[in-house]
């Protein structure tokens, strides 16, 4: 069903209201931080795009909201997910659904990703 949506917007409108409100929060959050993003649906995730590379992606789950900063910015922050007992993989965290979304976390992770890019990119 996920793999249908063409933009951010389709894919938020598939869950229910409440998880909507999240997903929305975590993106009005990412563009926040960052200017010049370029949103696209990628792995059929809302994904975003910072200087032409991949920067972060996430998706909603039943019980759960799924970050993917990659393996380097979930590497950087392991630390913090184990504090506050977060699953987390090589690629992705997980922030459980009947909890707020770590918007500060969240952008410590993403200026992180930009920082990363942009060391790649000189």
């Known amino acids: ?13 598939l869950f229910p209201a409440d998880v909507q409100e999240k997903l929305s929060d975590l993106r009005k959050h990412i563009h926040e931080q960052v200017s010049d993003l370029e949103e696209y ?3 059929q995730m809302p994904a975003f795009k910072y200087q032409g590379k991949p920067l972060v992606y996430f998706a909603g ?3 759960h909201i799924g970050f993917y900063p990659g393996a ?3 590497k950087n922050f392991e ?7 977060y699953k987390f993989s ?3 965290v ?3 659904i009947n909890e707020e979304i770590p918007l500060a976390l969240i952008r410590k992770i993403v200026l ?5 890019i942009d060391q790649k990119k000189s």
């Open 72 to 74: 380097e910015g979930i």
């Open 41 to 43: 649906i990628g792995y």
């Open 61 to 63: 789950y039943k019980k």
């Open 94 to 96: 997980q922030f459980p």
């Open 1 to 13: 069903m996920k793999s249908i949506c063409k933009n951010i917007d389709e894919y938020i409108l």
């Open 79 to 85: 630390k913090d997910f184990k504090e506050r007992h």
């Open 112 to 116: 992180f990703r930009m920082q990363d």
């Open 90 to 92: 090589k690629g992705a």
